[in-house]
């Protein structure tokens, strides 16, 4: 492909869609406001009602696809990540002491929402890895490759330009894709599941740094936290 050709391809690439970001951060909302009351951090619906105005802003900045941004608009996505980021890290503290403290009788209870705070966890982190990598979503889709901020991730299609015909088709290269969303959600569920990055490395510290909290706190969730709960089950 050219300099001409990439772009025009450039100048062909849409915003990204603002409903799914959004869907994905009802669904972190909407998981931690229903955790047992012991997890929850004040009155119930406090952080999920700050959450719920910082997300109404940002959709008012970018209704349907994400076009325009500037630097409150960067604080106030970036504030809600760590919002998110923060509670949940705080129910999971919450939750390690609710197994030790508490008896069998509430093991399933637990054990659902150490399930909330697994899902919860690998949202967060992929919504943080999306906001920052290249500069963040508007700036993948709307400057220049030369004029991104430097890759925080190598995505496969970042290296599959010189692969057969059918595969470097959907290459960066080849069609100037941009990782979106659902890309950095699965580099997420990945990484949380397997406890290592999988098709997707990390290049910059802070990428790595991030990988590495989230792979470790998946899993205390998954081997302590999991694992008690299974073992209050038995007779």
Same mark, same amino acid.
């Given at each position: 492909?050219t /300099?001409e050709d990439r772009?025009?391809a450039? !100048?062909g ?5 603002r409903l799914? +970001?959004?869907?994905v951060v009802?669904? $972190?909302i909407?998981?931690?406001a %229903?955790?047992?009351e012991?997890l929850?951090?004040g009155?119930? *619906?406090v952080i999920?009602a &700050?959450?719920?105005l910082? *997300?109404?802003? %940002?959709?008012?900045v970018?209704?349907?696809r994400?076009t325009?941004t500037?630097?409150w608009?960067?604080?106030a996505?970036?504030t809600?990540?760590g ?13 390690? !002491?609710? &197994?030790?403290t508490?008896?069998?009788s509430?093991?399933?209870e ?6 909330q705070v697994w =899902? ?7 919504? $943080?890895?999306?906001? =920052? ?5 508007v700036?993948r889709?709307? %400057?220049?490759?030369?004029?991104m901020?430097?890759a925080?991730? !190598?995505f496969?299609?970042?290296e599959?330009?010189?692969t ?15 990782p979106?969303i659902?890309d950095?959600?699965?580099?997420? &569920?990945?990484n +949380?599941s397997?406890? /290592?990055?999988?098709?997707?490395m ?5 990428a790595?740094?991030l990988?590495?909290a989230? /792979?470790? +706190?998946a899993?205390?969730i998954?081997?302590?936290?999991? $694992? ?6 038995g007779?």
């Amino acid at each position: 492909m050219t /300099s001409e050709d990439r772009t025009q391809a450039v !100048r062909g690439r849409r915003g990204e869609a603002r409903l799914p +970001s959004a869907l994905v951060v009802v669904a $972190a909302i909407a998981l931690y406001a %229903l955790l047992p009351e012991q997890l929850i951090i004040g009155p119930r *619906l406090v952080i999920p009602a &700050l959450e719920a105005l910082l *997300l109404a802003a %940002l959709i008012v900045v970018n209704p349907r696809r994400m076009t325009r941004t500037n630097r409150w608009e960067r604080v106030a996505a970036l504030t809600l990540v760590g919002l998110i980021a923060t509670a949940n890290t705080v129910a999971l503290v919450l939750l390690l !002491r609710q &197994l030790v403290t508490t008896d069998s009788s509430r093991a399933v209870e637990l054990l659902v929402a150490a399930g909330q705070v697994w =899902l919860t966890n690998v949202i967060v982190f992929g919504l $943080a890895f999306w906001e =920052l990598d290249r500069g963040g979503p508007v700036a993948r889709t709307h %400057l220049p490759r030369r004029r991104m901020r430097r890759a925080d991730f !190598r995505f496969p299609q970042d290296e599959d330009h010189d692969t057969v015909d059918e595969v470097q088709a959907g290459s960066s290269k080849v069609s100037d894709w941009v990782p979106a969303i659902v890309d950095y959600l699965y580099v997420s &569920l990945t990484n +949380s599941s397997a406890f /290592s990055p999988t098709d997707t490395m990390p290049l910059s510290t802070r990428a790595k740094i991030l990988m590495g909290a989230e /792979s470790t +706190s998946a899993l205390v969730i998954s081997v302590v936290v999991i $694992a008690k709960g299974v073992g209050s089950l038995g007779p």
